[in-house]
């Protein structure tokens, strides 16, 4: 038997920050194939249970099933859509009064910067109206930025919708793709990292879906006890930018505060600021650890590295994609002997374990299937097949009860 050749740190670790450089250079140069293939990976493996079912218990071809399944998940991102929109749209309306009360608000500043540092109004327009111009030509730049950004966004979110339907229809063929190229003597180990990545997946998309609808609830009740206009539509904004860590809340305060200023007292402002502080810490403290927290924890300095890192490569998308990125790293270097160094690294001590628990095991995870592949991963026959094994046991337990009778 031979022995295992250990090379010295200096070389592994050159051979890490070259691995690393190579993988943000294709990152970047990729971006526009990586980011709707890894989204499209993601809301697959979310959209899991919902294809098993047609297929399973309404006897589907799988072909129909990982259409049908991004269907109503587009049908829901768009009736979502659309009832924000019916909310921007009686914003709209009031856009003129919101003019007006900026207007008036402008020369309350204008009075008290006056008063109080004796800068003249006139000075104070001269030096607006300097940078007032550079901001407008910055300004033509972002909206072309703009639009070209929402053309680009069309186009991935048709390729998104067609990854999704694909690894959907080939995830059994994809699942012994990634057995075969680690070889027999690895399958045990290959098969318990897909099927922790289902499981960290399903549990992370989840929770994030409960955390916007609680934050999104908690917000709104909060808006309506200060009395702040436009309540729901705030309160949305926050649980959906909330889903950006550390600097979502960030902007959602800022929104809030804003808008709040321009239709109502200052009062209210410093109200709301004190509103999402307060939720923000709730959500911190209780909803995040007990709904999203799981047995594959990252800590939060690397949660925030990655945020950025995920920026300066992805834009916003990487802001996203960081966390489910990272736990699935931390899956895998947690079951390669090697990597288990950089797993311990990404782990955090004391990982909460979630509320929902039982639940998730219950009703996504599923039972390990004999033939090693994860139940939700199975082949369209072994579906049919298992179905057809229940009404067979369902049938010889109805003709016992008879014959008793």
């Not at 702040?228 to 809030?256: H, S, V």
């Not at 579906?383 to 010889?396: G, L, R, V």
Request: hydrophobic fraction near 50%.
């Amino acid at each position: 038997m031979k022995e295992k050749i250990i090379l010295p740190f200096y070389l592994r670790l050159t051979c890490v920050l070259i691995s690393l450089c190579l993988m943000t250079y294709i990152s970047i140069v990729g971006q526009s194939i990586l980011v709707p293939l890894v989204i499209g990976f993601l809301v697959a493996m979310l959209l899991l249970p919902i294809s098993n079912f047609f297929e399973r218990k309404l006897r589907f071809p799988r072909i129909i099933t990982s259409l049908i399944s991004p269907i109503l998940f587009v049908l829901l991102i768009v009736g979502v859509g659309y009832f924000l929109g019916t909310q921007i749209a009686h914003f709209k309306d009031d856009l003129p009064a919101f003019q007006q009360q900026l207007t008036t608000l402008f020369h309350n500043v204008q009075d008290f910067v006056y008063e109080h540092f004796g800068v003249k109004q006139s000075e104070q327009l001269e030096y607006l109206t300097e940078n007032a111009e550079k901001t407008v030509k910055a300004s033509t730049g972002f909206v072309g930025n703009a639009l070209l950004s929402i053309s680009s966004t069309l186009m991935s979110s048709t390729f998104v919708f067609l990854y999704i339907f694909f690894i959907l229809l080939y995830r059994s063929h994809l699942v012994k793709f990634i057995k075969a190229c680690f070889g027999q003597s690895n399958e045990v180990t290959v098969m318990k990292i897909v099927n922790d990545i289902q499981k960290i997946i399903k549990q992370y998309l989840i929770g994030l879906m409960i955390q916007v609808v609680i934050v999104t609830t908690l917000m709104y009740i909060a808006y309506l006890i200060i009395g702040i206009k436009y309540a729901f539509l705030l309160a949305a904004l926050a649980g959906i930018l909330n889903l950006i860590p550390y600097l979502g809340i960030f902007t959602a305060t800022a929104i809030a505060a804003i808008v709040t200023l321009a239709t109502g007292e200052p009062i209210d402002a410093l109200f709301a600021i004190i509103a999402v502080i307060v939720v923000n810490s709730i959500d911190g403290n209780i909803i995040t650890p007990k709904i999203i927290g799981s047995q594959v924890q990252v800590n939060s300095f690397l949660v925030l590295f990655g945020i950025i890192v995920g920026e300066s490569i992805w834009g916003i998308s990487g802001m996203f994609l960081a966390i489910p990125l990272l736990a699935i790293s931390k899956i895998i270097f947690d079951n390669v002997n090697d990597l288990k160094p950089y797993g311990f690294l990404l782990g955090e001590e004391g990982a909460p374990v979630p509320f929902f628990k039982n639940t998730y095991d219950r009703y996504l995870y599923g039972i390990k299937s004999p033939d090693d592949l994860p139940e939700d991963l199975q082949t369209e026959e072994q579906n049919h097949k298992e179905f057809d094994e229940e009404n067979q046991i369902n049938t010889d337990n109805n003709k016992e009860d008879n014959k008793e009778s």
